[in-house]
C-alpha cells in the first residue's frame, strides 16, 4: 500500500500523465520549471525581460507547479 499524503497524482483522470510529468521525465526538476515558466509567459502571467522574470497576474490554471513558480518570484526574480 502506498501512502500520497495530500500528494496530487500527476495523472488525469482517465489516467494519462499530465505535461509536468512529461517534462520530468525528460529533464527532471529543472526541465518543469522551464515548462511552466513557458506556459505561464506564453499566458502572460510572467513577463521574462533579458535576464529578470516577475509576476504581472493571476494564474488562471490550478496546477500547483505553476502556483508554486508564481509564488517563487512575487516581484523580479533575476533568471538563472
Known amino acids: 500500500m502506498t501512502r500520497t499524503w495530500g500528494r ?7 489516467g494519462a500523465l499530465d505535461r ?9 526538476r529543472r526541465r518543469v520549471v522551464e515548462s511552466a515558466v513557458v506556459a505561464l509567459t506564453e499566458q502572460g502571467v510572467l513577463s521574462l525581460r533579458a535576464t529578470r522574470l516577475r509576476s504581472t497576474g493571476e494564474a488562471q490554471s490550478t496546477h500547483a507547479v505553476e502556483h508554486a513558480v508564481i509564488a517563487a518570484c512575487p516581484r523580479s526574480k533575476r533568471v538563472e
Request: glycine content about 12%; hydrophobic content about 45%.
Open 20 to 28: 509536468y510529468a512529461y517534462a520530468f521525465l525528460a529533464g527532471g
Open 8 to 14: 496530487r497524482r500527476a495523472e488525469d483522470a482517465d
